[in-house]
């Protein structure tokens, strides 16, 4: 995961187009903390209850349309960050659209203050 | 909101998503019980990038991101931000007008911060410090500001004087130490 893979991303969730906004969207899920899908085995229905209620899932909805009933799908929402880092990322991508010449270079010099001490404002 | 979105989109989603990161993670809230803490090396980097990155961000995205360093600063200063009034000073003493409207928005973060601490004797100890530290150098910014007639001087000098009065409210409220 890098700056520049995050950022197309971020560009096409504001694309025209709906397919590539959603898979933008699943991607940035993936990375970001989103719902994610788990498929579990369970033999009776009260390890699913027990599941439910000692897991992290936070809603008890169970899609059985889509599995066999000894294979039910599950989805959790897993909140935070998938990928360790990704807040750097996200900072990465703020300060690359900066203009560089603004950007706080260390310490003061002392050119950046008037003979008396004080600041001077440049006027805007 | 939208006009942010339609001029930087990334810049505009990505701040938002630390926005609420932040507000969700960087302490475990009862709220989000689901949420996965922010980790403490990942804290610190954050804390050491977020003000040269504020000092340089447009308005728009500086206004996501005030509220990101309002929330660090309420759980982390002094303790786990002991450079963050350095930072302010450095911004405060620059020629450069955007960095020392950043500079006062620290100040103010920092002037809010304190309406939400403890209300004890060490809390005005280290409030009365950052007022003499900071507050002759507000003075003469404002005295600068005062002689502006742009937009940008008459929104650092707003800024300017709600540190005043949040550092007003905030001596009026804590009690001296000894009393």
Redesign the interface.
Known sequence: MDASTV?SW??S??DADADVRRRAELELKKV??GLIVIVVVVPSPSLIVAFLRHG?A?GPWVDKTMSSPEMLTIPL?????QH??F??V??D???A????S???QG??TP???RSDG??????? | MSLL??S????C???I??KN?VN??WQRQEH?I??????DD?KA??RD?L???L????TL?RHQLVPILQRILHFDFPERWPTFMD?TV???????????Q?GLQCLLAICRAYRFKASDGESRVQFDKIIEANFP?LL??CN??VN?D?D??GE?LHIALKSYKHATWVRSSLPVPGF
């Open positions: 950022r971020l560009v969730t504001a970001s903390g992290s936070v929402r897993v909140q935070g960050e360790p880092g807040t750097d996200l900072l991508i703020i300060q659209e900066q203009n560089a603004i950007q706080l310490t003061p050119n950046d203050l004080c600041v001077s404002v440049v006027p805007l | 979105c339609l930087d989109p990334p810049s989603s990505a701040v998503y630390l990161r969700r993670a989000y689901n949420e996965v803490v922010i980790p990942a980097r954050f990038r003000l040269p990155i000092a340089a961000s447009p995205v930072y450095q911004l405060l003493n620059t020629n450069d007008a955007p960095s020392v950043a150098r003469a910014i600068e500001l502006q742009s940008e001087a650092m």
